[in-house]
């Protein structure tokens, strides 16, 4: 059984998707040891506490820079023991020595076609802003391992979604997460817990089940 972190800035529904995930047996063999926020006043946080899990408050302002922070959460998660590291609406980037601490075994949830509308800069309602000011038909989520450069590392689930006529940042974030970001997060962790997903060359591959 492998231990699940997930870090959290907001509001958590992709957190909420995850438990959901591990109570109706989509995520069989991890369980969410401990939930992890930039923000003391996440409402993700109190999801956690509603579900029994763990909480932990690693707020970005009390460090005097990203270094000292990297350092501070790369201690919490060692002491939590993660196999697995979620980033499911974490803004903030952590430097390479996390990455390097936990090579390909943290995750992150985009809320576009990586590599298109990401990268600094690109999250939240932001990245959905640009969407429909480029003008482009098809969007959706991105589930890709955490790197140290920002939205580069090896994709390992991907699902579009369109973008409608009238469509507001607000109503494309809401379908992209409806229709994408909360069916491909849990299955990602869950092909990660099941050991299915193989790296090469720098590409993630997922693993056939045998039948
Ligand atoms: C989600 O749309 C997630 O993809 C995005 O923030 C939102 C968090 O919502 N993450 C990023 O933009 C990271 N670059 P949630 O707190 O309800 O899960």
Not at 14 to 27: C, H, R, S, V, W
Not at 47 to 73: C, H
Request: hydrophobic residues 40%; proline residues 3%; aromatic residues 6%.
């Amino acid at each position: 059984m492998k231990n699940i972190v997930v870090l959290v800035s907001g509001g958590g529904t992709n957190l909420q998707a995850l438990i959901d995930a591990e109570k109706n047996g989509i995520i069989t063999n991890g369980r969410i040891t401990c939930v992890i926020s930039s923000k003391a006043d996440a409402y993700a946080l109190e999801r956690a506490r509603q579900n029994g899990i763990k909480t932990r408050v690693l707020v970005r302002k009390e460090y005097p820079d990203i270094a000292s922070y990297s350092l501070a959460m790369k201690n919490a998660l060692d002491e939590e023991k993660a196999d697995l590291v979620v980033y499911a609406g974490f803004m903030t980037i952590l430097d390479e020595q996390v990455c390097r601490a936990y090579p390909y075994k943290m995750m992150n949830v985009h809320p576009a076609l990586i590599p298109s509308f990401c990268g600094k800069g690109f999250y939240g309602l932001r990245v959905h802003e640009a969407v429909l000011a480029s003008g482009v038909k098809i969007t959706g989520a991105t589930v890709h391992f955490v790197t140290e450069e920002c939205d580069g590392g090896p994709i390992i689930l991907q699902k579009a979604v369109e973008v409608r006529n009238g469509d507001t940042p607000e109503i494309l974030q809401k379908r992209v997460m409806e229709q994408a970001e909360w069916k491909i997060l849990p299955q990602a962790a869950a092909l990660f817990c099941d050991d299915r997903i193989e790296i090469t060359d720098g590409i993630a591959h997922i693993k056939e089940t045998s039948v």
